[in-house]
């Protein structure tokens, strides 16, 4: 399955649960005049984002697996959930509504991630 598919199938099923739930596009383009345009979305914005019935924001990347987030993702999705929304990474349906719900784990991984990105990205002591 192709990650659009999986993200046209997790913003049905997140619908046909109440939720309201929109995509994203994120970068730049040229146009046919030869201009750029930008979505003006941050690098690593998730693919949707929504509310939920008690107007809690959600942040879901979505993935097929072997495919992994970039460390944009990572970043975006940790100081989303910093802020107090529900965020993660979906491989599948189940995945995308526990993230709407608010499920912990999910925070709880991407926190893990940010924890693995920090360590990368920490300079040597020499």
Not at 97 to 104: C, D, K, S
Request: positive net charge.
């Amino acid at each position: 399955m192709s990650e659009t598919k999986m993200m046209h199938e997790c913003m049905i099923a997140l619908s046909a649960r109440g939720y309201k739930v929109f995509r994203t596009n994120v970068g730049k383009v040229r146009m046919h005049d030869g201009r750029w345009f930008d979505t003006g979305l941050p690098k690593g914005h998730s693919d949707l984002y929504g509310f939920g019935h008690d107007g809690k924001i959600f942040y879901i990347e979505t993935k097929v697996k072997p495919n992994r987030p970039t460390d944009e993702q990572i970043l975006f999705l940790h100081a989303m959930i910093q802020s107090g929304a529900y965020g993660g990474i979906a491989y599948s349906v189940d995945d995308a509504v526990g993230i709407a719900e608010g499920r912990p784990e999910y925070a709880k991984s991407i926190e893990q991630s940010y924890q693995r990105l920090c360590e990368r990205k920490r300079p040597e002591r020499k």
